[in-house]
């Protein structure tokens, strides 16, 4: 099932600076090169990036922007219950994997 979150997820944080907050998943940065296993959340563990001026940022000067979380610090927060929850993979009689609340037993997707 691989990180059991998506794209759009609401999730929680579990460690580090922003331990506490909540936050929608922006992008999951895959395993590459070792690299991977990450998560960016909307509004949480902002980085600042000092940038020359060029064609994509033609002002330049100081962006502020989302850094990485890894996957194994943040924890799906469930729709229906809004409580952290573990996710369980149930399989459809076609051959799909449904993801499912583990406390409410509610079908997230």
């Given at each position: ?9 609401t ?20 395993d ?18 000092h ?29 229906k ?15 799909g ?13």
């Amino acid at each position: 099932m691989g990180l059991g979150i998506k794209k759009g997820d609401t999730v929680a944080v579990l460690a580090g600076k922003e331990k506490g907050k909540k936050g929608r998943i922006i992008s999951v940065l895959t395993d590459k090169a070792g690299k991977g296993g990450k998560v960016l959340v909307e509004k949480l563990n902002i980085i600042k990036r000092h940038t020359k001026p060029s064609k994509t940022h033609e002002q330049g000067g100081i962006i502020e922007k989302e850094g990485p979380i890894h996957a194994s610090n943040v924890m799906l927060v469930c729709p229906k219950c809004g409580a952290r929850t573990k996710i369980a993979a149930h399989m459809q009689a076609d051959g799909g994997k449904l993801r499912v609340c583990k406390k409410c037993k509610e079908v997230i997707d």
